[in-house]
Every structure is written in C-alpha cells, then in structure tokens.
C-alpha cells in the first residue's frame, strides 16, 4: 500500500511540474454545481454512504460531502453523482 502512495506522490510532482491538470495524472476532480450536485471523476470508490454525508477515495485524497437528502445517483469506473442540498466538500 505504500508504493501506491508513493506512485501517486509521483504522478502528482509530475503534473505540477509539467504543468498538465492533475486529474490527467490520476488525480481526483470535483466539481460542484450550485447547491445540489457535486460531480467526481477518477475516484477510487466509495467508503461511507448516507443521507447527510457521502465519503469518496481520490486516492491520497478523501472527499466529503455533507449536506441534507444526499444520493449516489450515478456511478462507473471513473466517475460518480452526488445529489442532494450540498452544505460542504471537504478534502482530507
């Protein structure tokens, strides 16, 4: 588990020094739509689900969505929808 860490280390430095966007690196990418959407490609899966709050892997990143009505509308390999009355998204 370490190496991966590390490989994703990696892939972001890259980014950042190449000046290229993270997620094509791998990097996760949120997007929030007003209130009532949040939209996360490159995710890694889901590790809590509940109406007021959703929890997301990115990897060497964890996204938190807190909100009211919350629901996993959408998701495929490399990308999830996230509705509701959004009231934050934290990134840890």
Do not use: C, F
């Amino acid at each position: 588990m370490e190496r991966k860490g590390k490989k994703e280390g990696l892939l972001a430095l890259t980014a950042q020094v190449l000046d290229i966007p993270g997620e094509a690196a791998g990097l996760p990418r949120v997007e929030l739509t007003g209130r009532h959407e949040v939209r996360m490609t490159n995710h890694r899966g889901i590790l809590a689900y509940g109406r007021s709050e959703i929890i997301a892997s990115g990897g060497k990143l964890l996204v938190k969505v807190k909100g009211e009505g919350l629901e996993l509308r959408a998701m495929t390999a490399g990308e999830l929808l996230i509705t509701g009355t959004v009231l934050s998204v934290e990134l840890e």
